[in-house]
């Protein structure tokens, strides 16, 4: 008698019966079993699962047949979609499964339908542009049945519109709101309460988490089973969360929001209109006073600068003001009402950014960007609090990615999040790395650290640039990189489609580049995963340093300094193998089918001369190696 697992994914399946060109995969199966046993004998699984073994119904699968509430968070709204929208009602189909299942996103995600009526009230100071938008989604807020604005694909998702008419934890009225009865967001809530299985991602997860820690509710149904896909994603997701962030985009959008909501409701009292532009002018001043120059710093950076101390306290002081006026008109108005609370929560986290409680525990920094700065403390290290999470929530825990080991330990995930009583699986690809790839890595290179070094590797890419007639994937560890090589490649009169990351949204390069056939795309790291391009029209992959996270960066320097402390080695415990993951993530783009060729270029000395290098090798799949570009040239011949 063949197993439940058996009975779908086997060679005797329904999916072999029902669906046309299904291949079972021994490495599927096991995963699928490993997964189903996990969850009968409530117990956690971390599983690596290499492009190619069909992980997603590896876990899709056992979670339908379980009979318990599950949810499946995933690392991005792309592949909720893909969950939701195709691969669970193909599954539930082919098993004539009555098993009821729902998507949830974050709040932003869906119209507020309060929000769009406030817009629309004020649509007077909007461009054309904004207004054609606007129009758009008043037509489709009358027709949407979910309100998901994913499904208005005619305004883009980048659109300056979104704010104004989506909600955040900030701004929402609650069961105050004036259409609260018709909350697309409520009504997925409660769509996900009653499923079996619900679909969220990492941000949503981590958010549930967070507001539970604080004791004033969840977003969330509980539930008996947490699988957690692209959890290689998490540890990042996870530190974001348990922190605190405040934006001088979120102090204006308060002044924004209470002066909408003084104009419907209130209207007598103009020393408060008054009060908001003085607000305003001090968030406008304490924006100036960091430059506008982009960067990434540690608080202390800012500790001693008067002119920012003294533009903070300012902000300090209106916003405090504005709360006092506020409380006197408390109660004649429910969105006002809202915006007092916003400005109670605000002072207390201003609070907690200049004067942490505990400030050993925490890293404080900023980021300055274009229009806007923010304010950061985030946890040294998450794995106590998010160890307590996993204990606290859920029988059993399915984490699962093509990259979460280095070589065959899961030692770096585990410590990152705590999560050390756990089952722990590999499976790797099905594919034949051997024939379909080879893995150059050039000789006589300089080291990444002397200024030649760009132009010695785009000098070593452009005769396989030209071998693979374009039909490329150059990724750069640095925007400044890839900046320079795409000026470079320009010069050469090169007859193949160039496209640069930053010139088009994403998914429009990706567009393109599958549309030309034989372009050349320039990315960082944006482009290292969640990335894929079947077929023939990627054939080469070059990567042109070892990926390790800038030393500079405040969060991380934090955190080595932390595994110091502990008498650790930080570079051998945490750089090497957040690159090797990264590394493996990099040089997945190339293979993603088993007709699949390809030449995987890395560029960097490194990683033969260190002895650190040992490390990356066995972090990666079993391409075939050769250190002579005409090997690689002979490739593309023979292929």
């Not at 950076?301 to 006092?324: P, R, Y």
């Not at 391009?533 to 960066?553: C, H, N, T, W």
Request: hydrophobic share 40%; net charge negative.
């Amino acid at each position: 008698m063949l197993s439940p697992i058996l009975e779908v994914l086997g060679p005797d399946g329904v999916l072999a019966k029902t669906v046309e060109g299904y291949a079972v995969r021994d490495q599927q199966l096991e995963m699928a079993e490993a997964v189903d046993a996990a969850i009968a004998d409530g117990k956690n699984l971390i599983a690596e699962a290499g492009t190619g073994t069909g992980k997603t119904f590896a876990y899709l699968v056992p979670a339908l047949l379980s009979h318990r509430k599950i949810i499946i968070s995933t690392g991005t709204r792309n592949l909720q979609d893909q969950l939701f929208l195709r691969d669970l009602p193909r599954l539930r189909d082919a098993m004539a499964s009555a098993v009821k299942v729902s998507l949830l996103k974050g709040r932003s995600n869906y119209l507020c339908i309060h929000r769009m009526e406030n817009a629309m009230h004020d649509a007077r100071g909007h461009s054309k542009e904004m207004l054609a938008w606007l129009l758009a989604v008043r037509d489709w807020s009358q027709t949407t049945q979910r309100g998901d604005v994913a499904e208005l694909v005619d305004v883009p998702e980048d659109a300056q519109i979104w704010p104004l008419v989506t909600s955040t934890t900030d701004n929402c009225l609650g069961q105050d709101c004036p259409s609260y009865s018709k909350c697309h967001l409520v009504e997925a809530r409660r769509k996900a309460q009653e499923a079996d299985v619900v679909v969220v991602n990492h941000h949503l997860l981590c958010a549930d988490f967070a507001i539970r820690d604080t004791g004033f509710g969840e977003l969330l149904p509980a539930a008996d089973v947490f699988i957690i896909d692209e959890a290689h994603q998490l540890p990042e997701v996870a530190s974001n969360f348990f922190g605190t962030v405040l934006s001088s985009r979120q102090l204006m959008e308060l002044v924004t929001d209470t002066t909408t909501e003084y104009h419907r409701d209130i209207g007598d009292l103009p020393k408060i209109l008054d009060q908001l532009e003085k607000l305003k002018k001090s968030v406008l001043d304490l924006r100036l006073a960091f430059g506008t120059t982009q960067r990434r710093e540690a608080w202390i950076v800012i500790e001693d600068d008067n002119k920012i101390q003294e533009a903070f306290d300012q902000t300090e002081i209106e916003l405090d003001v504005l709360k006092g006026m506020l409380e006197v008109i408390k109660g004649r108005s429910k969105g006002i009402d809202a915006c007092l609370a916003r400005c109670e929560t605000t002072l207390e986290i201003i609070t907690t950014l200049r004067q942490p409680e505990e400030p050993d525990e925490v890293i404080r920094w900023f980021e300055v960007f274009g229009q806007s700065v923010r304010w950061n403390s985030t946890p040294i290290d998450i794995a106590k609090l998010f160890g307590s999470q996993v204990s606290a929530h859920g029988q059993s825990w399915v984490f699962t990615s093509a990259t979460l080991a280095v070589g065959d330990s899961f030692d770096h995930f585990q410590r990152q999040l705590g999560i050390f009583e756990s089952n722990t699986g590999r499976w790797d690809s099905p594919f034949d790395y051997a024939q379909q790839a080879l893995w150059y890595v050039p000789k006589d290179m300089p080291q990444p650290s002397e200024r030649d070094y760009g132009k010695a590797v785009l000098e070593q890419v452009l005769p396989l640039v030209k071998a693979s007639r374009g039909r490329a994937f150059l990724l750069f560890t640095s925007h400044r990189a890839m900046n320079e090589a795409a000026d470079w490649l320009d010069e050469q009169g090169l007859e193949y489609p160039l496209l640069v990351q930053g010139d088009a949204p994403k998914a429009e390069l990706l567009n393109k580049f599958v549309e030309h056939g034989n372009a050349i795309l320039l990315g960082t790291y944006s482009f290292w995963e969640g990335v894929d391009v079947r077929g023939d029209a990627l054939s080469l992959v070059v990567i042109d340093k070892l990926p390790f996270a800038s030393p500079g960066d405040p969060v991380l320097q934090a955190r080595l300094d932390a595994i110091k402390a502990r008498g650790g080695n930080p570079f051998m415990q945490y750089q090497v193998p957040q690159a090797a993951i990264a590394l493996k993530q990099g040089a997945g783009r190339l293979i993603r089918d088993v007709t699949d060729r390809g030449v995987f270029v890395l560029c960097d000395p490194r990683l033969l001369k260190k002895s650190y290098g040992y490390t990356f090798l066995g972090a990666m799949p079993e391409f075939a190696r050769t250190r002579d570009i005409n090997d690689a040239l002979a490739f593309f011949d023979n292929h």
